[in-house]
């Protein structure tokens, strides 16, 4: 059965487009409904939801790159705040998409997998007790990326506090203090911005060790977290 809070969580933390625009009133209906989410949370994702419907559309794809494609430290792929651009995230993504080919799900997106609207949009298909699991294992990064988005005023900061309780578990305060520790990215360094793109490119070759764990058995390993590196090509 479709849990639809995550489904509505994993479109609001997507690539702003018209069609999420307008989908947006149905959005704030289902995340207002669930009793799993504190009412205050509740009310800062109608408030979220209310404001994107309203806004210029350019104006929100320009807020969204800002935020998480230019600011590493707000990066919605997760294995980047684990491997940063090492080939160990190769071979963790390559067991991160056979894990979601035996769930029977085939994200159609040209996203990596690690990216958090992706994991989520295959979690909404999953029994709720390995959701909870894999939330908890990545709450300590949850949390964090919550903590920047409150430093920014960035409504977002609500959707990252909904998947804090919808895990029922309480992030590792020596781990997200670790990743705090990371002074904030400035969005508008371009030449920090070039630096990152000659970074080498993190290859995703057939790995002779990867299996195919559950999600949450590699997320579980995300208890020291490294400097990110910039990713998305948008």
């Not at 790159?65 to 997760?78: E, G, I, P």
């Not at 709450?139 to 990326?145: K, N, P, R, T, V």
């Not at 670790?178 to 990215?185: C, E, I, K, R, V």
Request: proline residues 6%; contains cysteine; hydrophobic residues 40%.
């Amino acid at each position: 059965m479709l849990d639809r809070s995550l489904k509505a969580l994993s479109l609001i933390l997507s690539y702003p487009s018209r069609e999420l625009q307008e989908a947006m009133p149905e959005i704030g209906t289902i995340l207002g409904s669930d009793p799993r989410i504190a009412t205050d949370t509740r009310a800062a994702l109608r408030s979220l939801t209310d404001g994107f419907a309203d806004a210029d559309l350019y104006d929100l794809q320009e807020s969204y790159v800002m935020l998480f494609d230019r600011s590493r430290t707000l990066s919605l792929n997760l294995f980047e705040h684990v491997h940063g651009e090492s080939r160990d995230r190769g071979g963790a993504m390559v067991s991160l998409i056979e894990t979601y080919r035996a769930g029977g799900f085939e994200p159609a997106t040209t996203e990596l997998p690690d990216h958090l609207p992706v994991l989520l949009e295959f979690l909404s298909t999953r029994p709720f007790a390995e959701v909870q699991e894999t939330l908890a294992d990545a709450a300590h990064i949850l949390d964090a990326l919550a903590a920047r988005l409150v430093r920014r005023d960035s409504g977002y900061a609500a959707a990252f506090a909904a998947l804090l309780q919808l895990s029922g578990d309480k992030a590792d305060a020596e781990a997200v203090a670790d990743m705090l520790a990371q002074p904030d990215d400035d969005p508008t360094d371009l030449a920090a911005l070039d630096a990152v793109w000659e970074e080498t490119e993190v290859t995703f070759g057939p790995d002779p060790n990867a299996g195919c764990p559950q999600v949450r058995d590699m997320l579980a390993a995300m208890d020291k977290p490294t400097p990110q590196q910039l990713n998305r090509s948008a």
